[in-house]
């Protein structure tokens, strides 16, 4: 740990990856992308999001070639190179390629792992003074397993029979002492780190953390690309879930499904993917102008699933902007602008109500959304998962997807001017709902702070 506080980690990116055939003969494993972004890169980012600074690579395998693309400072992080010389003959030499670089604890990972960061940060607020902490998962699976009792290691291999066995996640928090353990290893013939963790746990000096329910995943095949590709477009989704029930049972997995497919065309970008759901959007405006009522209101559910996807194609990438916050006006500008476009062309045979309706729909439409956005601003949380009565009321509160289907139907029936009432009544009852029960929570927030100091 450097003075700040700050972990350092240590990289195994020497091997081949010879289980990935041709992928890996022009190019070393860590360099392969896995959507959009290349592995290596991936997992630099993840390290620094858990506060890491300092990295070394150890590098065997077409090292100048790593060297070359990540470089020494890939993501602001300040990267060093250790070459491997013993590299072929297994992970254990890469490791001892680090041996006398770290005076502290550091963590110590592979190069071929997709994860949540939150896995590194678990490891790195681990208090424990053994050797080699390992981070597992607790279930049971053809993988290197490691046989724990009380949170000792005993075993580790893949052939274990035993019940109480948990996954090796092949995330470690070292003490420089992993290369005392190391070094008896190699003495002893061995060539993977396995063993060394092994001769660590005969010595009673590792430790467990749990880290079940976190996102990670071992790459070893082509198979595993795919598998990782489609993890991560389902762990793509902002951490609250999609909102409506339309959102999180209909687009939530057609855009997965859609995201595992063009997370690796990198033609494809977040902000292109901005500009095409707002060109659509205010096409859709005109066809509901233009009376096109059929065909715009089967495009606003395509609008809603492009809307989805640039964001999750950011955040798989790591492409999150403070400008991608400017997405959100925009979206609410259209979506104002499909109600006002719908009502004038009705006004043209209706009167003035079609108009009426729409600007009540638009008045409590802007009064919940600025409720609800002055409430997490104060709370520092979402209104919608605040407490029970919000989690479920989100799927049915008035969104565009719900005003969408009120849309479709009418114009199915031949009532759009049903749809405006629907969603006047919908927005109205949103408003009143989220109005109430911000005011409940926030006065609740209050009268906690005021009793909290009166007992001081």
């Given at each position: 740990?450097?003075?700040?506080?700050?972990?350092?980690?240590?990289?195994?990116?020497?091997?081949?990856?010879?289980?990935?055939?041709?992928?890996?003969?022009?190019?070393?494993?860590?360099?392969?992308?896995?959507?959009?972004?290349?592995?290596?890169?991936?997992?630099?980012?993840?390290?620094?999001?858990?506060?890491?600074?300092?990295?070394?690579?150890?590098?065997?395998?077409?090292?100048?070639?790593?060297?070359?693309?990540?470089?020494?400072?890939?993501?602001?992080?300040?990267?060093?190179?250790?070459?491997?010389?013993?590299?072929?003959?297994?992970?254990?030499?890469?490791?001892?390629?680090?041996?006398?670089?770290?005076?502290e604890n550091f963590?110590?990972?592979?190069?071929?792992?997709?994860?949540?960061?939150?896995?590194?940060?678990?490891?790195?607020?681990?208090?424990?003074?053994?050797?080699?902490?390992?981070?597992?998962?607790?279930?049971?699976?053809?993988?290197?397993?490691?046989?724990?009792?009380?949170?000792?290691?005993?075993?580790?291999?893949?052939?274990?029979?035993?019940?109480?066995?948990?996954?090796?996640?092949?995330?470690?928090?070292?003490?420089?002492?992993?290369?005392?353990?190391?070094?008896?290893?190699?003495?002893?013939?061995?060539?993977?780190?396995?063993?060394?963790?092994?001769?660590?746990?005969?010595?009673?000096?590792?430790?467990?953390?749990?880290?079940?329910?976190?996102?990670?995943?071992?790459?070893?095949?082509?198979?595993?690309?795919?598998?990782?590709?489609?993890?991560?477009?389902?762990?793509?989704?902002?951490?609250?879930?999609?909102?409506?029930?339309?959102?999180?049972?209909?687009?939530?997995?057609?855009?997965?499904?859609?995201?595992?497919?063009?997370?690796?065309?990198?033609?494809?970008?977040?902000?292109?993917?901005?500009?095409?759901?707002?060109?659509?959007?205010?096409?859709?405006?005109?066809?509901?102008?233009?009376?096109?009522?059929?065909?715009?209101?089967?495009?606003?559910?395509?609008?809603?699933?492009?809307?989805?996807?640039?964001?999750?194609?950011?955040?798989?990438?790591?492409?999150?902007?403070?400008?991608?916050?400017?997405?959100?006006?925009?979206?609410m500008l259209y979506?104002?602008?499909?109600?006002?476009?719908?009502?004038?062309?009705?006004?043209?045979?209706?009167?003035?109500?079609?108009?009426?309706?729409?600007?009540?729909?638009?008045?409590?439409?802007?009064?919940?959304?600025?409720?609800y956005d002055q409430?997490?601003?104060?709370?520092?949380?979402?209104?919608?998962?605040?407490?029970?009565?919000?989690?479920?009321?989100?799927?049915?509160?008035?969104?565009?997807?719900?005003?969408?289907?009120?849309?479709?139907?009418?114009?199915?029936?031949?009532?759009?001017?049903?749809?405006?009432?629907?969603?006047?009544?919908?927005?109205?009852?949103?408003?009143?709902?989220?109005?109430?029960?911000?005011?409940?929570?926030?006065?609740?927030?209050?009268?906690?702070?005021?009793?909290?100091?009166?007992?001081?």
């Open positions: 740990m450097t003075e700040d506080g700050h972990v350092k980690a240590l990289i195994l990116a020497a091997g081949q990856g010879s289980r990935l055939g041709n992928l890996t003969r022009l190019k070393p494993k860590g360099l392969l992308r896995v959507a959009g972004n290349l592995l290596l890169g991936r997992i630099l980012r993840g390290l620094k999001k858990a506060g890491v600074q300092e990295i070394w690579v150890v590098v065997g395998y077409k090292a100048d070639m790593i060297r070359e693309q990540i470089g020494e400072n890939y993501a602001g992080l300040n990267i060093q190179f250790i070459e491997a010389k013993r590299w072929k003959k297994g992970n254990l030499y890469s490791l001892l390629a680090a041996q006398g670089i770290f005076h963590l110590l990972c592979m190069c071929d792992h997709i994860f949540d960061h939150e896995i590194p940060n678990t490891l790195i607020n681990n208090k424990s003074e053994k050797a080699l902490v390992l981070a597992i998962e607790r279930v049971a699976e053809e993988d290197t397993k490691v046989l724990e009792r009380k949170g000792k290691i005993f075993d580790i291999g893949k052939k274990i029979n035993q019940s109480n066995v948990a996954i090796d996640t092949g995330f470690f928090l070292c003490s420089p002492e992993i290369f005392e353990y190391a070094k008896e290893a190699a003495k002893q013939g061995a060539v993977e780190l396995a063993d060394c963790v092994r001769i660590a746990a005969q010595n009673w000096d590792t430790q467990v953390v749990d880290v079940s329910g976190h996102l990670w995943m071992d790459i070893d095949t082509r198979q595993d690309l795919a598998r990782a590709r489609r993890l991560l477009a389902e762990h793509s989704q902002k951490k609250r879930g999609a909102s409506d029930f339309f959102a999180h049972y209909i687009n939530r997995p057609v855009e997965n499904a859609v995201l595992y497919r063009i997370s690796d065309w990198m033609f494809i970008t977040p902000n292109r993917l901005t500009i095409a759901t707002n060109v659509l959007a205010w096409f859709v405006t005109y066809l509901f102008f233009s009376g096109h009522l059929a065909l715009a209101s089967i495009l606003t559910f395509i609008v809603g699933i492009l809307d989805g996807l640039d964001g999750k194609l950011a955040r798989i990438r790591g492409q999150e902007t403070k400008l991608g916050r400017m997405e959100h006006p925009f979206d979506e104002f602008s499909w109600l006002v476009a719908l009502a004038l062309f009705l006004s043209r045979t209706q009167g003035l109500l079609p108009l009426e309706l729409c600007i009540f729909s638009l008045v409590f439409v802007a009064f919940y959304r600025f409720c409430f997490s601003r104060t709370m520092k949380v979402s209104l919608d998962i605040y407490g029970p009565f919000e989690r479920t009321f989100r799927r049915i509160a008035g969104r565009r997807n719900i005003y969408n289907i009120y849309i479709f139907f009418g114009v199915l029936f031949d009532v759009p001017l049903f749809s405006l009432y629907a969603i006047t009544f919908h927005s109205a009852l949103t408003a009143a709902v989220y109005a109430y029960r911000a005011s409940v929570h926030m006065h609740d927030s209050d009268r906690k702070s005021r009793s909290e100091k009166s007992a001081r």
